[in-house]
């Protein structure tokens, strides 16, 4: 049985090769490795693509995301759509707000400066409008964290984490 499986096989092998017609194209000028490398070129990735674009009311930040596996994490989350967190100061320096999941933690010891975007505990997201030391996960820093505690305001604020 396995003897005619094979047969088969070579009988259409065979009459896959006798139709005259070759596979590679004579006519071509350029050999194959030449070709391949000008297929083989690299996509950017993700997170080489996109920016993170914080929004807070009328206010629209751009942030540039770490290059760590927790900020990788995050792109994922955000690639699903935009996330809209309830964010309340925190100590005078920050605001901060459940990320809703967890992600995985690149904890450092870091002194924050304004404009830092800070996952605590996995599960907390925090922008940093003041300064503090302490072991965190750092996702992006604000391009442009002028005015940011005037733009965060007082109390309670919707904050809308997208992909740029």
């Known amino acids: 049985m396995v003897r005619l499986f094979y047969m088969l096989l070579a009988v259409l092998g065979l009459s896959a090769c006798g139709s005259g017609e070759s596979l590679v194209d004579p006519s071509a000028s350029l050999p194959p490795t030449v070709v391949a490398e000008q297929t083989a070129d690299p996509q950017p990735s993700a997170e080489e693509e996109s920016a993170l674009k914080i929004t807070v009311g009328d206010h629209e930040l751009l942030a540039t995301f770490e290059d760590n596996r927790s900020a990788e994490e995050f792109q994922e989350l955000l690639s699903q759509g935009p996330l809209t967190i309830e964010m309340e100061d925190y100590g005078g320096f920050e605001k901060v707000g459940p990320l809703g999941t967890t992600l995985a933690r690149s904890d450092?010891?870091?002194?924050?400066?304004?404009?830092?975007?800070?996952?605590?505990?996995?599960?907390?997201?925090?922008?940093?409008?003041?300064?503090?030391?302490?072991?965190?996960?750092?996702?992006?820093?604000?391009?442009?964290?002028?005015?940011?505690?005037?733009?965060l305001g007082e109390g309670p604020v919707q904050v809308t984490f997208s992909l740029a």
């Open 108 to 151: 450092q010891q870091i002194t924050t400066q304004p404009g830092d975007v800070i996952l605590y505990q996995g599960n907390q997201i925090t922008i940093y409008y003041g300064t503090n030391t302490w072991s965190f996960t750092r996702l992006a820093r604000i391009d442009d964290p002028s005015d940011l505690e005037a733009i």
